[in-house]
């Protein structure tokens, strides 16, 4: 069976930014910059995307192109005969369905604010009423199962058409509309009174706020963010470079994927603090931020529900474009190890992703009393834990290791894959970085990840 291609250079990169725009670019980055104290951590987080988020990324794509295989077989196709590299494609695969396992949970949460927004069901509620609307959607198991089995249901159908026709054309038309409703929306925030403030704060760096919250914690902090928000380590990117052509190079296509997602990031950051300035709200909130604040904002806000309708459906698509993309891995996975049409990997996989989601959707309500990680946690903290802070780094840390030493695929092959193609080339001088300080830094963040 021949393996299915994408189209074309624009659906590569949607669907590859699509994967790494997520919740985490939208509602993680703001807050967090907003409680290490903006403009230098922006600058902080700027810099460790270049030097460990963009190499981390060519080793995916290039394992990818080079096997043309999801992520268990691309290992077992490159490694040499009697290696166990290919062990981690399975780590990796239990990455992308724990991810899965709140991630549907939690994109349901944006459609069904969406829902509620576009019905006008916030109108005359004072911050009190919203704050119970929020609780009342996560104590009822009725309403986040919904939701969740509609995105599944969605996502899977979509993957169901095939990669050109379902995945490559739905995402490019929903990342086109996030772009177009992203600046809208931060045009929006720059013309409300007293934005300008929460612009300085966000945008202009101050060393002082820095020494207050802590030098190391807010370096820290960029450099988790910058890793984290690229989605590296379990395939999800892998799969992408499996299904491109050989004619550009994958530096530079890489460079342009992290450009647009740091955009949409940054942007993030000027619909959020503006706002929260305007209205004299705290933007370090946390989750609280987008569900309980921004919707008593928008409440407050000339045209608000006409504004929090479309902030809520940029939110389900940044949400959606990363579900698509790793149901498109999952289900490809099926594909490659068990010989699978698409159709029957499809069908599998909406059950499996539907009964594994559940725990998450009943953490909130019916399994509330089980608190992994001490108290006030919940099955969806554990499960983010999982992934974030251990399979992530630690597959990124096994890319690193395979493309770079000779016990793996060895660093001239993996070169040789990243420079096929026009575009910006990966210089040889870059040997010793990728070899001996990428390796300790990405070990610091695993290790400061599990200990935290």
Known sequence: MEREKLSSRMGFILLSAGCAIGIGNVWRFPYVAGAYGGGVFVLFYLFFLVIMGIPVMTMEFAVGRASRKSIIRSFKKLEKPGQKWHLHGYL????????????????????????????????????????????????????????????????????????????????????????????????????????????????????????????????????NQAFFTLSLGIGSMGIFGSYIDKERGLLGESINIAVLDTFVALVSGLIIFPTCFSFGISPDQGPGLIFVTLPNIFNGMTGGRIWGTLF????????????????????????????????????????????????????????????????????????????SNMLLPIGSLCYLLFCVTRFGWGFENYRKEVNTGSGIKLPQWLRVYLTFILPVLLLLLTIQGIIR
């Open 92 to 223: 990796g695969m239990a990455g992308n369905y724990i991810l899965m396992m709140f991630y549907t949970t939690v994109a349901g949460w944006m459609l069904y604010y969406f829902y509620q927004m576009l019905t006008g069901k916030f109108q005359g509620k004072d911050a009190g009423q919203v704050e119970e609307m929020f609780q009342t959607m996560l104590s009822s198991p009725q309403i986040l199962a919904t939701v969740m089995i509609i995105i599944v249901v969605s996502g899977i159908l979509i993957c169901s058409v095939g990669l050109q026709k379902g995945v490559e054309r739905i995402t490019k038309i929903m990342m086109s509309l996030l772009l177009a409703i992203i600046i809208i929306l931060a045009v929006h925030s720059l013309t409300l009174e007293g934005g300008i403030e929460g612009l300085k704060f966000y945008l202009l760096p101050d060393f002082g706020r820095m020494k207050e919250i802590g030098i190391w914690e807010t370096i820290t902090a960029a450099m």
């Open 312 to 387: 809520f459906v940029f939110m389900t698509f940044a949400a959606f474009s990363t579900i698509l993309a790793v149901f498109e891995n999952i289900i490809s996975c099926g594909m490659d190890l068990f010989h699978w049409s698409r159709k029957k990997s499809c069908l599998v996989n909406l059950v499996a992703i539907t009964v594994l989601s559940l725990p998450c959707v009943f953490g909130y309500n019916l399994w509330s009393a089980f608190q992994p990680l001490g108290a006030e946690s919940t099955v969806l903290d554990l499960e983010d834990f999982i992934v």
